[in-house]
Structure formats: C-alpha cells, structure tokens
C-alpha cells in the first residue's frame, strides 16, 4: 500500500454504476417477486452494502477505510436491471473502490439469484450480461 499519512482527512464521497441485461421475462419474475432464491433486489442491495465494507480485504492494495455512508439503488429498466452505488468517508484516501466493489457484487448477487431463469436449452448464458460499470462521480471536498 502507498502511505497516505501525510494527506488531510477530508469527506470522500464516490458514485459507481453498472448495469445487468436479463431477458424480459426474468425482469417480470423479479418485479412480481416470483424468483425462487428470494427478493433479488432486497438481496442485492444488502450483498453490496457488505461488499463495500470487505473492499480492503478482497484489493490487496485497498486502505481500510471507516465508511460512514453506503448506499445500494437498483432501477428496473426495459432491458434489465441499473445498479447506482454510492459511498461516503471522512479520510485520506478516496472512497471509489468502494463503490465499484458495491456496484459489482449487487450485480453479481442478481446473476447468480436469476441464473436459473436466464439459461438457454442447453445451459449457457447467451443474453445475459453485466457491463458498463464505472465511477460516475468522485468528490473530495475540504468544507
């Protein structure tokens, strides 16, 4: 790890998305709450939030920051399913790890809750995909 002792301890805030395309007919089952393992997106909210908090343990070269905000949203859209994950800390490194590890494993939790409804005939994933993941803002801000 780099040493960040000498930086000022300041609020850290970062916003990360990314999105999961799933077929229509699992986005229904998913608004309807009709999927076997549970309340995917309850799940996945919970699942990034614990996601975050682990981040300096999965990165090897992460700090482990004292987060003081985490925040999971996950919008329904026609195509699947967008999830915004946003972070807060008072410290002295920035907190974007963090939400891109919340972001990743929310949408992972939702792959692996729909995964059985996704499957074609002969068990592969054909449209189901997860991309777009990515830091949409990162603020350091001293006031």
């Known amino acids: 790890m780099i040493d960040i002792s000498g930086k000022d301890i300041v609020l850290r805030e970062a916003i990360a998305e990314g999105f999961i395309k799933l077929k229509k007919d699992t986005i229904e089952k998913i608004t309807k709450r009709e999927i076997e393992k549970g309340d995917v997106i309850a799940t996945a909210k919970v699942a990034g939030i614990l996601a975050a908090k682990k981040t300096h343990e999965l990165l090897p070269m992460c700090h482990p ?3 003081e905000y985490i925040n999971v949203e996950i919008e329904i859209e026609n195509d699947g399913l967008k999830v915004v994950s946003t972070v807060r800390a008072h410290y002295r490194t920035g907190v974007e790890m963090e939400a891109l590890t919340a972001t990743s494993i929310a949408l992972l939790t939702i792959w692996d809750m729909v995964k059985k409804y996704e499957k074609d005939e002969e068990g592969q994933y054909p449209l189901t995909e997860i991309s777009k993941i990515r830091v949409v803002s990162k603020i350091k801000s001293y006031g």
Do not use: D, M
């Open 65 to 67: 920051i004292p987060l």
